[in-house]
């Protein structure tokens, strides 16, 4: 686990060690996500640098940039390869030499073997470059599921790339990049920008399961090297399925236990963290150490359940209280993260990983089961979107009526989800989810942000549903959140906090093997009362049942009162502030009304966080 950077100049006779500065000034801002050795490398116009994180062959040999045998190809490698051994085998039957027992050595020779088409033979969590000095070519590329980061930067000098988003803004002082005022919108929808943007022109995050081919003076589109199929759909009974499902998590943990450094668990006490650490107990011959996160009123902690899991398998426990005054935190994670992210779990989180590192230098967390298995609350509404969309024409208009008005005076998100229903499935399906909508959007901004609005996060969720092979509505929708908030809110939020602390984060559920096999789960499998009910049925027995049956609940944090009562001031500040009504991105009137409806009726707390995220982000990195 790592932090890579790297520069491509676009004059092939311009020779890298000119830019090394550089890729050194980008180093040095990633030198948290490795504390352990640093490593810079050029050749021609290429320039190559590492921060190390030591998991696997600690020893001086696992260091990079790692060469092949004839220094022409040279690597840079962040995360884990899961079937490294496999493949250093086969390659080593093949004539290659290796110098070390590091995961990362097999992508070079890999690469000498299959070119760009490595990629997909590596399974694992990752992001890389390889430059090949014979073709002065540069490949990027980045793991199936997007578990690690890599950004990259065009400028009139060449291309940067990078782990980390502020590593890129900061590279070259004299070129300061310019805010791309339609990814500001389309983060007052999600809370996050989605790939292949970046909050900054001409900055791009490469998507999940791509790779790109640089060449001098070249910067083309990326190719997409590996999709989700969902078809056909298993025929199978769930009790059937839920065995196979727990045969395969065992040994997705298994292969995430290999490290030479002392391991850990989150354990949440939600069902995806306790079905890891019940694995992990039944895997390892010494108590797991588990980690966990609460909050002072018991109503929004899930500490107990946590405890609960924690006495049935002896694990070494270690819990944090998170309290309003950690929100100062949030200057640091907005410098980690490069641009405005407002999910509010980011801040639990950090102090989760904070604590853990103290203790141990990778953790297995449950992140993505929620994404295949479908296990969020918002797939129940959407199922009645679904029904709606079965009905004769005619009855609809009758049922959207009813269902609006009821669902708005029961639950005013469902009320508008209802009124959209005979939108089209990605503009209902961005509403039901969003922060700011259309309407809304237009009485807050200021003519400057309403100018470069578009319907962007549609288009996106459109051509999503469009790829998508699902043979069920369901199906389709799983697929927009697994290529948009999984990899671009959940993967990120724990990236950055992982490694800001020099912690590595494996998650089981992102196993390959896993995700194929949940995305060509039927329907009845995935979904009954609740989400998630085949891996309930699988882990019965195995995770208590008070935890294994109970209601989802989030991460987050207790937002509506703090923003109320402990947040005040500081939102107040913030969004009421001179340099926020100069900035001229919202209407003061507008703003100023949100904050009095909050304190009146308990409301936008998670909207005002998305904005006061946002005017954070611009005074660390605008102003």
């Not at 001086?60 to 490698?77: L, W, Y």
């Not at 070079?108 to 070119?115: D, W």
């Not at 999984?486 to 490694?499: F, G, Q, S, Y």
Request: hydrophobic share 45%.
């Amino acid at each position: 686990m790592c932090g890579i950077s790297g520069f491509l100049a676009r004059d092939p006779d311009d020779l890298g060690e000119r830019h090394l500065d550089v890729v050194r000034r980008m180093n040095d801002a990633i030198a948290h996500r490795g504390p352990d050795a640093e490593g810079l490398w050029s050749h021609g116009p290429c320039a190559l640098g590492h921060r190390r994180l030591s998991i696997i062959d600690l020893s001086a040999e696992g260091r990079q940039p790692i060469m092949n045998e004839d220094g022409t190809v040279a690597a840079v490698v962040n995360g884990e390869v899961y079937n490294f051994v496999a493949l250093r085998d086969e390659l080593i039957a093949k004539g290659h030499t290796f110098r070390s027992q590091s995961d990362s050595e097999v992508v070079v020779h890999l690469y000498e073997e299959l070119g760009a088409a490595c990629v997909a033979r590596l399974d694992g969590m990752f992001a890389l470059a390889v430059y090949d000095s014979r073709t002065r070519t540069l490949l990027l590329a980045r793991d199936r599921t997007g578990k690690k980061p890599l950004m990259y930067r065009v400028t009139r000098r060449g291309v940067l790339f990078a782990s980390e988003l502020h590593a890129l803004a900061r590279a070259l002082p004299d070129e300061r990049p310019a805010v791309d005022l339609a990814a500001v919108d389309e983060y007052l929808t999600l809370q996050y920008v989605p790939a292949p943007h970046t909050i900054w022109r001409d900055t791009y995050k490469l998507p999940a399961a791509h790779y790109v081919v640089l060449t001098p003076g070249s910067a083309p589109a990326p190719v997409r090297y590996w999709s989700l199929a969902r078809s056909p759909v298993r025929d199978a009974s769930v009790p059937a399925l839920a065995d196979e499902l727990r045969e395969l998590l065992r040994g997705a943990v298994k292969r995430r236990l290999v490290a030479d450094v002392p391991l850990g668990a989150f354990l949440s006490g939600g069902v995806d963290s306790s079905s890891v650490v019940a694995l992990m107990a039944s895997l390892t011959g010494r108590p797991v150490k588990t980690f966990s996160i609460g909050f002072a009123r018991a109503g929004d902690s899930e500490l107990d359940y946590a405890r609960e899991v924690s006495k049935r398998y002896g694990t070494e426990h270690h819990e944090l209280e998170v309290s309003p005054d950690m929100t100062s935190l949030v200057g640091d994670i907005v410098r980690h993260h490069g641009e405005p992210f407002a999910d509010s779990s980011s801040v639990a989180t950090w102090c989760l990983a904070e604590m853990t590192r103290k203790h141990v230098t990778v953790s297995l967390s449950g992140d993505g089961a929620d994404e295949i298995f479908a296990g969020y609350k918002r797939y129940n509404p959407a199922r009645v979107g679904h029904l709606h969309d079965a009905l004769p024409a005619p009855l609809r208009p009758l049922v959207r009526g009813a269902l609006s008005s009821i669902g708005g005076r029961v639950h005013a998100p469902f009320g508008r989800f209802a009124a959209a229903m005979g939108e089209s499935e990605a503009s209902r399906y961005v509403r039901l989810i969003g922060q700011f909508l259309p309407d809304e959007k237009r009485a807050l901004y200021a003519p400057a942000l309403r100018d470069a609005a578009t319907d962007r996060t549609v288009r996106r969720f459109a051509a999503k549903l469009a790829e998508s092979d699902g043979r069920y509505p369901m199906a389709r929708l799983l697929d927009i959140d697994f290529n948009t908030y999984l990899t671009d809110d959940i993967n990120a939020k724990v990236d950055v906090a992982a490694m800001a602390h020099g912690l590595e984060v494996r998650c089981p559920f992102l196993d390959t093997a896993v995700i194929e096999f949940a995305a060509r789960l039927p329907m009845h499998a995935l979904m009954r009362a609740r989400g998630k009910h085949v891996l309930r049925v699988a882990m019965d027995g195995l995770v208590p049942a008070s935890v294994l049956w109970r209601p989802k609940r989030g991460f987050a944090l207790p937002l509506e009162r703090w923003m109320r009562e402990d947040l005040r001031p500081m939102t107040r500040d913030l969004l009421q502030g001179p340099r926020a009504r100069a900035r001229g991105l919202f209407d003061p009137a507008a703003v100023d009304a949100m904050l009095a409806r909050a304190e009146r009726e308990r409301t936008d707390a998670d909207r005002l966080w998305t904005m006061l995220i946002l005017e954070a982000w611009f005074r660390e990195f605008v102003d």
